[in-house]
């Protein structure tokens, strides 16, 4: 999708196919990476995590890829449904203590029936 | 095992006044963090407690911002004489160690008017 001024960038996709929403990141240090989920009114919601010592993790009908030479993270999405029509944030983990979540700024995901 | 609860889900504060956020941990979690989402925006880091005990404080303004997590009870993220501009979602996560994944609470959304 393409961001329009300060609206998050959207991502419409047909039902039953499939969807890659992507995410860079700028620390080169950074180790863990989470994929949020988050609905209307809700907190965000734990979809997967992968480590900086692997490039490509999976789960179920979801996948991330890590790409470190140009700092890139994808969430790959098969077979989108309905309910998964929401908000996805990618994060990074940073801080003294790794304590910290580094959030992306988002993309809409929406899924047309 | 209830998830991580926040209270209240609304809270609306003319400006000048105090506005108190609570966050109960999931059961068993000892690790507390508090972090801020205006809209169509990622979740900032606030702060990181532990019981007793604030580790990282280094999201949280620098003044009429607190934030605690007492021995028995729940945290809580004070904010004294609120602007306009504390107009925000207020989210509460809680983790069983360090290392662990966070769960994230429905979180409280503050007006000021």
């Known amino acids: 999708g393409e961001s329009v001024g300060l609206h998050l960038p959207t991502l419409s996709v047909q039902e039953g196919d499939n969807s890659i929403i992507n995410c860079a990141y700028s620390?080169?240090?950074?180790?863990?990476f989470i994929w949020y989920k988050q609905e209307s009114g809700k907190g965000p919601q734990f979809i997967i995590d992968?480590?900086?010592?692997?490039d490509k993790r999976q789960g179920q009908r979801v996948t991330v890829l890590l790409n470190k030479t140009v700092k890139h993270l994808s969430l790959q999405i098969a077979a989108t449904q309905p309910g998964d029509s929401a908000v996805y944030f990618c994060?990074?983990?940073?801080?003294?203590?790794?304590?910290?979540?580094?959030f992306g700024a988002g993309t809409i995901l929406r899924v047309k029936s | 095992n209830a998830g991580v609860m926040q209270n209240p889900r609304h809270l609306v504060r003319r400006r000048g006044q105090e506005a108190r956020l609570r966050c109960s941990p999931m059961?068993?979690?000892?690790?507390v963090y508090w972090y801020r989402q205006l809209p169509e925006e990622g979740l900032k880091f606030m702060v990181y407690?532990?019981?007793?005990?604030?580790?990282?404080e280094s999201g949280m303004p620098k003044e009429r911002f607190s934030a605690e997590f007492p021995k028995e009870g729940p945290s809580i993220l004070r904010i004294q004489q609120v602007v306009r501009g504390d107009s925000a979602a207020y989210f509460c996560?809680?983790?069983?160690?360090?290392?662990?994944?966070?769960?994230f609470g429905q979180g409280t959304r503050l007006t000021v008017v």
């Open positions: 996560a809680s983790s069983p160690q360090l290392a662990a994944e966070a769960f």
């Open positions: 620390n080169s240090a950074s180790d863990y």
């Open positions: 992968i480590r900086s010592n692997m």
């Open positions: 994060a990074e983990k940073v801080g003294e203590y790794g304590n910290k979540l580094v």
């Open positions: 059961k068993g979690h000892s690790h």
């Open positions: 407690l532990q019981k007793e005990n604030i580790i990282d």
